[in-house]
């Protein structure tokens, strides 16, 4: 029986979400396999984990700008010595956790656990294939310290592979299979069903729109936002998930009320139905992290970006916008021009369907499975 390991770490949902959908298809397609799913950071250390995750959220929600700069400075200099450094001492504790479960495999969707494995792997102390798979649309260094020990490194397309070999990284390590995705955007839904449950209409567009963020992002600029479709003349519904942001529930409530508009707009407050939402929506209106990202690509899904984290969201966002796949709604635009240009042009948003589909990675997770298990 083989013996794979998974490990992640909570900094964001995506490096947990890419895990879980690795997880899942091992245990769904491959009987003769012991897979586990560990938060590296958490394991190694509560207290440690807990600090740097509250740093990086607290940062990302009220100095995105100050994470940007945290975000750009770890790839050299100082700040990436010391993350190496950390990371080093750390994997001293990790070690005791491989060496008790022996993996053939370690699938990592974090670079703090790639770099600790990588170190013991140069220390002699592991053994072991150790696969990498990268979770945004563009590098980091950090994902690439210690990568002579690393032995597949798994990206979102072919354009980040080649930065990759430019940064030394040989070509037959290198596999543009996507980020992972889970198995429910690969099924087929009843879109009328789905319609009927939501109390929505089939005569109209679907918006889907992210509201709440993880961290309550750009609470103004999303309001404005949500209001400009709310208000916009166009054949319109809107699904607004506001996720566990109260206050930006609440706001949307009494904009919807002011305005008169309960049968066009639905707000949830949280659901596990983005599967389904997205199958039957024409738009997606959302922060560009790697997940949903992927999810909307995967739903052949024009996006409009609103509010990126500086950083990798901001290098996900250019990604989209490159390919002609995406809008990115900037603090100065005019956003009522923007969504009625988009929305009376069904031959743009036909274009752009076209081209999500086309640089989406459907069978991601399939892929990844197969190069290191078949």
């Not at 740097?52 to 990436?80: H, I």
């Not at 190496?84 to 022996?102: A, E, M």
């Not at 990498?132 to 990206?155: E, R, S």
Request: net charge positive; glycine share 6%.
């Amino acid at each position: 029986m083989k013996k794979v390991m998974i490990f992640y770490a909570a900094y964001g949902g995506g490096h947990l979400s890419a895990a879980r959908s690795i997880k899942e298809n091992i245990e769904t397609n491959y009987k003769d396999v012991d897979v586990k799913l560990i938060d590296c950071m958490e394991y190694v250390s509560k207290y440690v984990n807990k600090v740097t995750t509250k740093a990086y959220s607290e940062m990302a929600k009220k100095a995105p700008r100050a994470w940007g700069r945290v975000y750009w400075n770890s790839q050299k200099g100082p700040l990436a010595h010391f993350s190496t450094t950390s990371n080093k001492v750390l994997s001293i504790k990790l070690n005791k956790l491989l060496q008790d479960f022996q993996p053939d495999v370690i699938i990592s969707t974090h670079p703090f656990a790639t770099q600790m494995c990588g170190y013991l792997k140069k220390l002699g102390k592991l053994d072991t294939k150790i696969a990498t798979v990268m979770t945004d649309y563009a590098p980091h260094d950090q994902w690439l310290v210690f990568n002579h020990y690393v032995d597949y490194f798994f990206v979102s397309h072919e354009g980040m592979k080649k930065k990759l070999h430019e940064k030394g990284i040989p070509n037959e390590k290198i596999f543009a299979t996507g980020i992972p995705l889970s198995n429910k955007f690969l099924l087929k839904y009843d879109k009328t069903q789905i319609l009927e449950s939501f109390g929505l209409s089939p005569d109209k567009k679907t918006v889907l729109f992210f509201g709440g963020g993880e961290f309550g992002l750009g609470k103004t600029q999303t309001f404005k936002i949500f209001k400009s479709f709310v208000e916009c003349p166009e054949n319109i519904q809107i699904v607004a998930i506001a996720g566990k942001n109260q206050k930006m529930k609440e706001s949307f409530e009494s904009l919807v009320y002011e305005l008169g508009k309960y049968d066009n707009v639905k707000i949830l407050e949280y659901t596990n139905k983005v599967p389904e939402l997205m199958s039957i929506s024409d738009l997606v209106v959302t922060k560009p992290g790697g997940l949903t990202t992927t999810e909307s690509l995967a739903s052949g899904l024009p996006i409009v970006v609103i509010n990126p984290i500086p950083g990798q969201e901001e290098e996900n966002a250019a990604y989209l916008e490159e390919n002609k796949v995406a809008i990115w709604i900037k603090k100065d635009d005019n956003v009522e021009e923007i969504l009625n240009n988009l929305l009376s042009n069904p031959d743009k948003m036909q274009e752009m369907k076209i081209r999500a589909r086309l640089i989406a990675k459907k069978n991601s997770t399939k892929d990844i499975c197969k190069i290191l298990l078949s």
